[in-house]
């Protein structure tokens, strides 16, 4: 049986994590890293939650983890789309700005030389 104690450590973790994880977000996409339009990928997040859910509960009877193993190529699949299409969208929102584009094609041609 679950004690408060216990509760309240979980809790204090579950916290600190989910603070270092958005501090990291900030951090890569404030310098850049990533672009801000890629962020859409963590859409996938509850259903990645969801296998981890049915592995903990199911993990000793394989035949009703197959739908766990479904929706793991789905979250990939569809993680790496979202991905693509936030760096896609991004670029061409950056490519709008008529500064921005002559500035990059500066680079690129001194690149080129």
């Given amino acids: 049986m679950l004690k408060s104690r216990d509760v309240y450590v979980a809790g204090l973790i579950s916290f600190g994590v989910g603070f270092a994880i958005g501090i990291f977000l900030a951090l890569v996409v ?35 983890m197959i739908s766990v193993n479904i929706l793991s190529i789905l979250v990939y699949l569809i993680t ?30 001194q690149k080129m030389d």
């Fill in 30 to 64: 404030g310098f850049r890293f990533i672009q801000a339009y890629s962020l859409i990928a963590l859409a996938t997040l509850p259903m990645a939650l969801k296998s981890i859910k049915v592995v903990r509960k199911y993990c000793e009877e394989p035949c009703k």
């Fill in 80 to 109: 790496g789309l979202l991905l693509t299409m936030g760096c896609i969208l991004d670029f061409y929102i950056f490519m709008k700005d008529a500064n921005l584009r002559e500035v990059y094609l500066k680079v690129k041609m």
